[in-house]
């Protein structure tokens, strides 16, 4: 929901666009006159610096620049998420919800006071260049990041096409600070991709939250379908490095698989802050099993969706732990053409678990691996490896081929998917499934 107040130009947003990810927002109120004497005090302490610093500092100073500094402060302080965004910032966050925006194709917050990576967006120049999601940033160029707020660092990483910015990490395993040089790109972001993992089995991933990632979805399913003689048998939602985005999308999203009940809530102050989401009859997919792969990227609207179909017992959630950003932030558009951004309230899963600073634990742990050919696999021989061995015949070795056949890697699978321990883990569960199924019908 992109909040309002009364009062002052402010334009009512839909509650649809309620935004969750790192690029959160902000609700306000107008308070009461008579809040308390101490209030006033602090107003009045802070006019009178102003007053000062107009009247004495060194060289002239713009009154707008000091409100807008003043105002950022006092917004950072209170968490990572909350912040002020000046009429340019603000033009261009709105634009990042609609999957296109100039820069690296980074996620960023601030843990523990350092600036870290959430994740690298995929086929962006932080992608390509091997940034990894909890990657710290200790510089921008020549610039150091300590006490930089997330809009400085972001306006820093942005800036035209074909110009180059330097970072210099820090991450567990390097023996020492890494420069990465990136050059910055348009940024076009494709929320949804899908493909057939083998017969009957889908493969959706779902980058980012945006807009148009319910349709998107939709649209995959129905040609995964179409592709699969009309139906699924299994589904992989593949939601890692997901840095979040629209919650009334993760809604919709979530709402594809639970056919009834609560999706999300969340708990604030405000009356405004304390909603359900909850599923809508119909509409809701067969139910295929679903295995939803997560990550240390997976934040916000993809967590969500994980604990969603997680606690309603859907889908098996495979991976490793999730970011952990359980807080929710509203955006509110200002008179000036200028925005804030405030942290109103945290969300719960269905069952009522909060994933702020926690994160959702998959229930198999399945860490991201390095896929080596079994014909490189050292210690292991075969029967067709030894000497003088001999060779099977008629039904028997057609029986054997057509075994190999089925084993091969899928056709249809590109060759990263293939190379994917995580995928090809979660493609090995649905087959089983279908497989024990098959069991039991016949005891």
């Not at 105002?71 to 965004?85: K, V, W």
């Not at 069952?351 to 050292?378: F, L, M």
């Amino acid at each position: 929901m992109f909040g309002t107040r009364k009062g002052k130009k402010i334009a009512l947003f839909a509650v649809a666009l309620f935004v969750v990810s790192a690029v959160g927002g902000l609700v306000v109120q107008k308070r009461c006159a008579a809040e308390g004497g101490n209030d006033y005090e602090s107003i009045e302490l802070f006019t009178d610096v102003l007053a000062i610093v107009k009247k004495s500092y060194v060289e002239e100073v713009d009154t707008k620049k000091l409100i807008y500094g003043a105002i950022n402060g006092m917004l950072s302080s209170l968490d990572p998420h909350s912040s002020f965004m000046p009429p340019d910032t603000y033009k261009e966050m709105k634009i990042d919800t609609k999957g296109s925006f100039g820069g690296l194709g980074i996620e960023i917050t601030i843990k523990d006071g350092i600036l870290t990576v959430i994740s690298p967006i995929e086929d962006t120049p932080a992608f390509r260049v091997g940034i990894k999601a909890g990657d710290q940033i200790l510089k921008i160029d020549d610039r150091f990041t300590k006490d930089m707020s997330i809009m400085d660092a972001v306006k820093r990483m942005r800036g035209p096409k074909g110009s180059k910015v330097t970072l210099t990490i820090v991450r567990e395993g390097f023996d020492k600070p890494k420069d990465f040089t990136l050059e910055r790109a348009i940024i076009q972001v494709k929320s949804v991709r899908s493909k057939t993992l083998d017969n009957g089995y889908g493969y959706v991933r779902i980058a980012q939250f945006q807009e148009k990632t319910d349709d998107d979805l939709v649209k995959a399913l129905k040609a995964l379908k179409e592709e699969n003689g009309g139906s699924l048998k299994g589904l992989v939602l593949d939601l890692r490095n997901d840095p979040g985005g629209l919650l009334d999308q993760a809604v919709k999203v979530a709402d594809h698989f639970v056919e009834e009940g609560l999706i999300v809530y969340t708990e604030g102050r405000e009356k405004d802050s304390r909603m359900q989401f909850s599923a809508r009859k119909g509409g809701t997919e067969p139910n295929y099993p679903v295995v939803v792969l997560i990550n240390g990227g997976s934040a916000s609207a993809s967590e969500i969706v994980a604990g969603a179909l997680q606690d309603h017992k859907r889908a098996v959630v495979m991976g490793t732990q999730s970011f952990g950003k359980g807080s929710v932030q509203t955006i509110i558009p200002l008179s000036d053409d200028s925005g804030l951004r405030l942290t109103t309230a945290r969300y719960y899963t269905p069952n009522g678990r909060s994933i702020q600073a926690k994160g959702i634990t998959p229930d198999i742990v399945v860490e991201r691996a390095e896929i080596q050919p079994t014909e490189k696999k050292e210690g292991h021989i075969r029967e067709k490896d030894l000497e003088n061995h001999f060779e099977t015949s008629g039904k028997v070795e057609e029986d054997d081929k057509k075994i190999e056949k089925e084993k091969a890697p899928p056709v249809k699978s590109d060759e990263q998917l293939k190379g994917d321990y995580q995928v090809l883990r979660a493609l090995d569960l649905l087959k089983g499934w279908e497989i024990l199924k098959t069991i039991n019908k016949t005891q």
